[in-house]
């Protein structure tokens, strides 16, 4: 990195931080809803900014590049369907949410079944963001460093002192902004961080695609594209891709479903809005841009593949070493900034939503249920630090994961994503399933999935290549196709596992039904009134969305 960039990197991200301290200075976070939910003062912009890249990080960028470097363009149904998710959260979701004004989704949990299934939820979701999530982000910030500046040169050291190196101080960097900042700092952070990742995320294509065009223009590059791999541009999924055709029936919309509309890190956001409106709107307008982000996410991938692809042996390397090779180096400081505030957002969202969750959810009722404000936002912040430095130990070994980064996560989530939502759903659709039912679910539910994932599919698949070598199949191509075909991918395994945890809670609502009635309260904390032209915006984008079918 030359010295333009190592000051464009420097300024871009000084400037960032100094305007989240001056936004809030005068937020009061030794109160749980200044630390929480920043004071419930965030408008629609504040959180479509946060939403996007609390979402929209380097595991994200890395990982669906990557899969798309391998795959084409299909992959790009994580992100194009993530538009209808949200359409339906905005909808349907936040109105039941914030009319109860409550701070987290557990807290929804506790008043429709007990305070012990809170509990139970509250530990799943600080699983899945200290073993999944937090590492993963970590892990996939620090690749995209390593491949774009080529780091172990640079340093002289090896790969794997590198990783740790980065991960460390990327992590302890988000420590500071997000125990330490509360939620307006990270929400603040998180839209300026935005602006400047669209706009650095859509330079790279740009340049990319003027490289690759024999014309030096957009449109040559896309032709050139378009003509040299045809293959890449086929949105239905064969049996071997890692998104069957099918599955965008049944697990994808679970997983999609699950996180925008029951996941704490996203809907804290949200919470913080100071009106259902501004909430709605704030969700909308990311769904929006969630349906443009293809072409930071999924071309730049494709683009990759058509200029280096023999060259790389790393899938997950393709987006960085992309960046590394189209970016002027007067702008890769910028891009570098842009990216590592990305990275941040999302450490940092997780993280305060983890502290939340134990704060808020966990330190009452298990360790001092006399705990004042003041004390509950410090047991959370405690709680953040020791859950960061777990996940800055695991990152690192995440290299190993075999099947790309992107799908290690997805399929990691699915214990959790399936039977959290079901539970979540049958407590807004039913008054009479107990809270035995949703205890039931929420530690049958995540058993039965790694029981499938991990002893089953292993078994199956393993039996399955051994019979298809000791019969002579020897080509790469038949034996992939037997393994897919050998047991249900995880997508639909997700889609079967969600009706079966539905029935068992609706089987245990007919044994044991609930003897007091559920009566949801109604909040005068902020303004509950929907915004009118919801139903028209959000109908509006899913026409967008499957339009996006229609042409390819």
């Known amino acids: 990195m030359g010295t333009l960039s190592i000051i464009s990197f420097l300024g871009f ?46 595991e994200q960028i890395v990982g669906l590049n990557g899969q798309a470097f391998t795959e084409g363009i299909l992959v790009m149904a994580w992100e194009t369907l993530a538009a ?9 979701f936040l109105p039941k949410y914030m009319k109860k004004g409550i701070t987290t989704i557990p807290e929804f949990i506790q008043g429709r079944f007990d305070e012990n299934t809170k509990a139970i939820l509250s ?14 982000i970590l892990y996939a910030g620090s690749k995209a460093f390593i491949t774009m500046f080529q780091l172990p040169e640079v340093l002289g050291i090896s790969e794997t002192a590198c990783y740790w190196i980065c991960v460390w101080s990327i992590g302890l960097i988000g420590i500071v902004y997000a125990i330490y900042g509360g939620l307006k700092a990270v929400a603040v952070s998180d839209l300026m961080n935005a ?5 650095g995320g859509l330079l790279i294509p740009y340049f990319g695609l003027t490289m690759i065009s024999d014309d030096g223009t957009i449109t040559g590059g896309l032709a050139k594209l378009w003509s040299e791999n045809q293959d890449k541009f086929d949105v239905t999924g064969g049996p071997t891709s890692s998104i069957p055709v099918g599955t965008i029936f049944t697990g994808m919309m679970i997983a999609q479903m699950y996180y925008w509309g029951t996941n704490q890190s996203i809907l804290q956001r949200v919470f913080g809005a100071k009106s259902l409106k501004e909430g709605q709107k704030g969700v909308l307008l990311a769904a929006f841009v969630k ?9 730049p991938g494709i683009i990759a ?6 060259e790389l042996n790393d899938a997950d390397a393709s987006y960085p070493e992309l960046v590394r090779r189209v970016l002027p180096a007067s702008l890769l400081g910028f891009f570098a900034a842009v990216l590592f505030g990305a990275i941040l957002s999302s450490f940092n969202s997780l ?5 939340t969750l134990f704060g808020f959810d966990l330190y009452k009722k298990l360790f001092n249920k006399t705990a004042s404000e003041l004390q509950t936002v410090k047991a959370g912040k405690r709680f953040g630090l020791g859950l960061a430095a777990i996940s800055m130990t695991i990152a690192p070994f995440i290299r190993n994961a075999p099947d790309g980064l992107f799908a290690y996560i997805q399929e990691s989530l699915g214990s959790l994503s399936v039977p959290i939502l079901a539970v979540v759903l049958i407590g807004i659709l039913t008054k009479k399933v107990p809270a035995i039912g949703a205890k039931i679910v929420l530690i049958a539910g995540v058993l039965m999935y790694l029981i499938s994932q991990f002893v089953i599919s292993p078994r199956m698949v393993e039996n399955a290549i051994t019979k298809a070598k000791a019969s002579g199949v020897t080509d790469v191509a038949e034996l992939a196709l037997v393994k897919a075909e050998a047991y249900p991918h995880f997508l639909h395994i997700m889609g079967i596992l969600f009706v079966v945890n539905v029935i068992i809670m609706l089987v245990v609502g007919m044994i044991r039904p609930k003897t007091d009635v559920y009566v949801p309260k109604v909040t005068d904390v902020i303004d509950t009134t929907p915004w009118k032209y919801a139903w028209i915006v959000g109908g509006l984008i899913s026409l967008l969305v499957l339009s996006t079918y229609l042409i390819f």
């Open 351 to 355: 993280l305060n939503s983890s502290a």
């Open 123 to 136: 530990v799943l979701f600080l699983i899945a963001f200290g073993i999944v999530l937090l590492p993963t």
């Open 291 to 299: 349906f443009l982000i293809p072409v930071i996410v999924v071309l």
């Open 13 to 58: 991200t000084l400037l960032v931080a100094g305007v989240a301290w001056y936004a809030t200075r005068k937020t009061n976070e030794k109160s749980a809803d200044g630390f929480y939910l920043g004071g419930r003062s965030l408008g629609a912009l504040t959180i479509a900014g946060s939403l996007l890249l609390t979402n929209l990080s380097a």
């Open 195 to 199: 602006i400047g990742l669209l706009v």
């Open 84 to 92: 209808i998710a949200m359409v339906i959260t905005a909808i349907w």
């Open 305 to 310: 593949y058509n200029m280096f692809g023999a």
